[in-house]
């Protein structure tokens, strides 16, 4: 196994002490040797680390010493190398941004399909649609069988996409993105615009990887660090690191 432990970790969950929390976050990555990137707003946190295995669970344990943030479940991966050249902790108006006044994730959210159920409902050729609400550079990187392209160039673009895709509403439509939290908006967002049965990839393509390796996944996943994208078996597409 590869040395250096990369995870890719979100929650929706308000904060309201943004300016400490950068502080401390910096301080208890730092220490702990992990370079990467964290995103803190008001709607919670979105992260994207990398460092010694031991590091990041000791990391991850710290993070999850504040009870806000005892819930939160990482996306693992490996690499031979740390794909991060510094260590950033920034404060955003979102952690994925949406632009969508009124919408709140941690409320409203749709229900989860795990990645075995999503696979079993390929394997039994189930009636559904499955949406990719990622950019369309990155769903040219590779997709699901099947998969529904938005064609947009930034996620701020999926609300005006879904008033072309209105003769759905009465469709089983499964979301998906890298990590899951895109699904996070973009769902409970379709739900509040009347698609009736709307489900969320639990965990995204990292966790499906994870669980499932690559039944019907076509082509690797972008990710948003040096390695560009991973292959099904969460190694780095381009071998380089």
């Known amino acids: 196994m590869s040395r250096i432990a990369n995870i890719a ?5 308000t904060l309201d002490d943004r300016e400490t929390l950068k502080s401390s976050l910096h301080a208890a990555a730092a220490e702990r040797g992990l370079l990467g990137t964290v995103l ?3 709607e919670g946190i979105n992260l994207f680390l990398a460092g010694p295995e031991a590091g990041v669970r000791g990391f991850l344990d710290w993070l999850r010493s504040d009870a806000r943030f005892a819930p939160i479940e990482a996306k693992w991966s490996w690499s031979d190398t740390v794909p991060f050249q510094r260590l950033r902790v920034r404060l955003k108006r979102e952690i994925v941004t949406l632009r969508t006044p009124g919408l709140d994730p941690a409320a409203t959210p749709a229900p989860y399909l795990p990645a075995e159920e ?3 409902w390929y ?4 009636d559904f649609l499955i949406l ?8 040219q990187e590779g997709s699901f069988e099947n998969a529904i392209d938005p064609h947009i160039a930034r996620f701020g673009e999926f609300p005006r996409y ?9 469709k089983t439509i499964v979301t998906f993105c890298t990590g899951g939290i895109r699904c996070e908006k973009a769902a409970p967002l379709m739900k509040r615009a009347g698609f009736g049965h709307v489900y969320q990839l639990e965990g995204g393509i990292l966790k499906y990887f994870e669980q499932v390796g690559g039944a019907h996944w076509r082509g690797n996943c972008v990710v948003f660090d040096d390695r560009g994208a991973l292959r099904p078996d969460l190694s780095p597409a381009s071998g380089k690191v």
């Open 40 to 42: 803190l707003a008001p």
């Open 118 to 120: 999503l696979k079993r």
């Open 132 to 139: 990719d609400t990622r950019n369309e550079w990155e769903v």
């Open 9 to 13: 970790a979100y929650r929706f969950v």
């Open 123 to 126: 394997d039994e050729g189930r």
């Open 162 to 170: 879904l008033e072309s895709i209105e003769s759905l509403k009465d």
